[in-house]
């Protein structure tokens, strides 16, 4: 089994690679092309929920593969804690994600902009911890 280091580390640079599609679509709303909005968000939403369930399979897996595994092995008190605090973000998300697709699909534009409010702060607020706290190497590594 990969090291949960290396499974946070692709895991980081998928979020980024999401966030600039994420990105991407704002500018085409801001620039009136609400299909190209929509077009890259479902795009944006197939592949977040891919990595997603491809990271919830390997959790599960591992330890069959590898007794013993767990993506947490090896982490501080701390980084444990920023997991769960991370989770806070995460799995709000999960439910708002698909909101999100349905009323924008539904041209719904009085829940879609207000719920684009609460999807905003909970991404920035996944994005902090994820690509900011969490460990891709060890700590003596990170903090040499
Ligand atoms: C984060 C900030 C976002 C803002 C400010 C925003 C805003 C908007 C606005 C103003 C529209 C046009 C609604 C209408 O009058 O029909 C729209 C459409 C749409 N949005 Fe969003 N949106 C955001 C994020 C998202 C996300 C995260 C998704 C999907 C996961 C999404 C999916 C869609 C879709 C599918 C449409 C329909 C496009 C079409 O007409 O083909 N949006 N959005």
């Known amino acids: 089994m990969p090291s949960g280091y290396d499974i946070i580390l692709v895991l980081k640079v ?78 709000p998300l999960l439910l708002v994600m698909p909101l999100m697709l349905l009323t924008g699909l539904k041209h719904w534009r009085r829940i879609h902009l207000p719920l684009a409010v609460v999807f905003a702060l909970l991404w920035l607020g996944m994005l902090v911890t994820g690509i900011g706290l969490l460990p891709h190497a060890p700590t003596d590594a990170l903090n040499p």
């Open 14 to 91: 998928a979020v980024s690679a999401v966030t600039l599609l994420l990105a991407a679509s704002l500018i085409a709303l801001w620039t009136g092309q609400v299909r190209l909005h929509g077009r890259l968000n479902l795009l944006f939403f197939v592949l977040t929920m891919t990595a997603v369930l491809a990271f919830e399979i390997l959790l599960r897996i591992g330890p069959y593969i590898e007794p013993g595994w767990a993506v947490t092995n090896g982490w501080t008190p701390f980084h444990r804690q920023v997991l769960r605090v991370h989770l806070c973000f995460v799995i």
